[in-house]
T-cell receptor
Framework: DAGITQSPRHKVTETGTPVTLRCHQT?????MYWYRQDPGHGLRLIHY???????DKGEVSDGYSVSRSKTEDFLLTLESATSSQTSVYFC????????????FGPGTRLTVL | RKEVEQDPGPFNVPEGATVAFNCTYS??????FFWYRQDCRKEPKLLMS???SGNEDGRFTAQLNRASQYISLLIRDSKLSDSATYLC????????????FGKGTKLSVIP
């Protein structure tokens, strides 16, 4: 299995509070991604990174920001959590480009009350 | 706009059966195609990439029809351990970093 960890694995928070999820990889892969998965939807891309300090928006980026100050860490921040952001969040990594396999972390279950 | 469509199932099949999943995609510029497997409350894991010539990995065979924008996955001699949700995944076009995931097809293999 690819060396990807996510923290926390579970979190319950209240509407309006800031939340930061962390993805850590030990594979030295260049590309990192944040997805959310909700019932009735496929995995949807929130943000991705193609290098340190290089990030871009995905399909559902509103309400989220990201940062990548080191190759191994990719942070996802919900500045002011809303109930619609209750979801399972997966981090993924890939070595090179879109043709390369994406490997997923174990996920973070976030509940916003 | 549904970019990757799959039959959600569930498919309930007996052990030893052969089962086929289908997937259609809307972006004709897509270059990369995959099947992922996701167990309940777990992360998706790559099952196999799908090549134009078709490819086989043990009991699993994947086919791609670019003209019809159609991908298939065939599982032969189903095992109880094959029970999972199978995700059809397509990249968003040449030069794109983005993958588009289908909602998945749920398979239950019954003893």
């Amino acid at each position: 299995d690819a060396g990807i960890t996510q923290s926390p694995r579970h979190k319950v928070t209240e509407t309006g509070t800031p939340v930061t999820l962390r993805c850590h990889q030990t594979e030295n892969h260049r590309y990192m991604y944040w997805y959310r998965q909700d019932p009735g939807h496929g995995l949807r891309l929130i943000h991705y990174s193609y290098g340190v300090k290089d990030t871009d928006k995905g399909e559902v980026s509103d309400g989220y920001s990201v940062s990548r100050s080191k190759t191994e860490d990719f942070l996802l921040t919900l500045e002011s959590a809303t109930s619609s952001q209750t979801s399972v969040y997966f981090c993924a990594i890939s070595e090179s480009t879109y043709t390369d396999t994406q490997y997923f972390g174990p996920g973070t279950r976030l509940t916003v009350l | 706009r549904k970019e990757v469509e799959q039959d959600p199932g569930p498919f309930n099949v007996p052990e030893g059966a052969t089962v086929a999943f289908n997937c259609t995609y809307s972006n004709s510029a897509s270059q990369s195609f995959f099947w992922y497997r996701q167990d309940c409350r777990k992360e998706p894991k790559l099952l196999m990439s799908v090549y134009s010539s078709g490819n086989e990995d043990g009991r699993f065979t994947a086919q791609l029809n670019r003209a019809s924008q159609y991908i298939s996955l065939l599982i032969r001699d189903s095992k109880l351990s094959d029970s999972a949700t199978y995700l059809c995944v397509v990249n968003s076009g040449a030069g794109s970093y983005q993958l588009t995931f289908g909602k998945g097809t749920k398979l239950s293999v019954i003893p």
